[in-house]
């Protein structure tokens, strides 16, 4: 994930100092969410921890999207006092995109992004790229102020007014309202939660979408508690309507075997009604259709990661590579690297077990360096042999805290959950011998970050700060 730096903030109101964190290299094949932060308009957005007082930065950025060969460049006017200055932000960002690329991945549009100094227009021209149009966008910031218009009414006005405004009411509504509950659940503070539930349950009960998401909910439960052929075709027969169908599709995919159609031929050669033989004739078209479409995108998908793997190999700085492709590093990457190694390994081929190898590492040593220090250090001793392991230990004792014990006595309990009794023991293994080592290192360690100040700056230590149009004050780095 590109990285992030802290940036000192001054709250107008309270004049608390704080730190928040700051994206600048904003690349979609890296970080997906990144599109809809922009979208959202949750990019370096900063709340004061004391007061609540909040606001955007105005700190320039540039968002890239390689598969649209797009740069785009916020410049607002506080860059800078110039022109110039404005200029060297500007050929700053655009270089540190570079940078972060393969060589062979860099391109001229690159170098010419188109620059915006109103994140307005900015937002307008990524919906224009996804192909969504600003009454889209209206429509979902309207049902967004009508959630927030229902918790504030009494109850008693709720059915009027969703009676009167029944197209807001849709399947975006109930996310908005689930988003909020959960950051209640989270310990954010909103105003009236308790009405969350009680406004949740009454649209469930008094909508069609409501009763139809609450059906939805109710068959994947009962799917999900014992997933099998028999289930799943119970749950696509009752299944209120085609997303319910295309969500239960998706997975159970790995269910939709013979033996599964023969019982749905079944079903349907057996119909009572003419009618009911006609709808699980219906529903066995868009299954059909269904799979097919899913299976046809899979092995799309198989097809991109074997030419990622295939660039990967060929690169000169694979690492760089891998880092811009961090959302393509997944199951299906790794089942495409493991089917090749193997293919190697079993033709002989020394060389090209030696290029995988090599494409490999430079993988894990992306991912690691994305990972929490927690998870990075265990995948490591994961894979030491058991001879090295105690030099390994030796050599991260900084690494060894408490914390890190924790975690491996959880991870330890998630692999046994996950019936994965070999690796389950192997981490027992290393966590009994980290503690044999670590005990008295862990605790020192500890006590010397405690004793560590994080460093923070006061007020008047310098006269580089630039007040935001929010009125937040940002410590120049």
Not at 48 to 58: F, I, M, V, W, Y
Not at 213 to 234: G, H
Not at 423 to 435: F, G, I, N, P, S
Request: glycine letters at 4%; aromatic letters at 4%; charged letters at 25%.
């Amino acid at each position: 994930m590109p990285p992030r730096y802290m940036a000192t903030v001054t709250c107008p109101s309270c004049r608390t100092r704080f730190q928040t964190p700051v994206e600048q290299i904003l690349d979609v094949r890296v970080d997906p969410g990144a599109r809809n932060r922009i979208i959202g308009g949750s990019i370096n957005v900063a709340v004061c921890p004391s007061c609540g007082t909040g606001g955007a930065l105005n700190i320039p950025f540039i968002y890239h999207d390689p598969e649209k060969e797009v740069a785009l460049l916020y410049l607002p006017i506080e860059s800078g006092p110039t022109e110039v200055e404005r200029q060297r932000a500007a050929g700053q960002l655009a270089r540190q995109l570079m940078d972060a690329m393969a060589p062979e991945e860099r391109r001229g549009y690159l170098l010419q992004p188109e620059t915006f100094i109103s994140m307005d227009t900015l937002v307008k021209r990524v919906l224009e790229l996804e192909g969504i149009s600003e009454e889209d966008m209206a429509e979902a910031q309207r049902q967004r102020e009508f959630v927030v218009e229902l918790l504030q009414a009494e109850p008693a006005d709720w059915p009027e007014m969703v009676a009167n405004n029944e197209s807001l009411i849709d399947e975006g509504a109930f996310a908005f309202l689930e988003y909020l509950m959960q950051l209640v659940a989270s310990g954010q503070q909103i105003a009236e939660p308790e009405k969350l539930e009680t406004l949740h349950e009454f649209l469930v009960q008094e909508t069609d979408i409501g009763k139809v998401l609450a059906q939805r909910s109710e068959i994947f439960r009962s799917f999900a508690q014992n997933p099998s052929r028999e289930s799943l075709l119970d749950a696509l027969t009752r299944a209120p309507d085609e997303e319910t169908i295309t969500l239960l599709v998706q997975s159970g995919i790995s269910l939709m075997d013979y033996g599964f159609f023969q019982s749905l031929v079944k079903q349907i050669d057996t119909a009572e009604s003419p009618e009911e033989k006609a709808e699980l004739q219906k529903l066995r078209r868009t299954i059909l259709d269904l799979r097919d479409e899913m299976m046809k995108q899979s092995e799309e998908e198989v097809r991109e990661r074997t030419a990622l793997l295939s660039k990967l190999i060929q690169s000169s700085d694979p690492q760089r590579l891998a880092a811009s492709h961090m959302a393509e590093l997944d199951e299906i990457f790794f089942a495409v690297l493991g089917g090749q190694m193997r293919e190697a390994q079993q033709q002989g081929d020394t060389k090209a077990v030696e290029e995988i190898q090599r494409a490999a590492s430079a993988v894990n040593r992306v991912i690691e360096g994305s990972m929490p220090p927690e998870v990075s250090l265990a995948r490591r001793l994961m894979a030491v042999p058991e001879e090295q392991l105690d030099q390994q230990l030796e050599s991260a004792k900084e690494l060894l805290t408490p914390r890190f014990l924790e975690f491996l006595e959880a991870m330890g309990q998630s692999l046994v959950e996950q019936g994965q009794a070999e690796a389950a023991e192997r981490l027992a293994r290393v966590a009994t011998r980290a503690r044999r080592i670590a005990p008295a290192a862990a605790e020192a360690a500890t006590e010397r970050r405690e004793q560590q100040p994080a460093a923070q700056a006061q007020p008047g230590d310098s006269d580089s700060e630039t007040r935001t149009p929010s009125g937040l004050i940002i410590a120049k780095r």
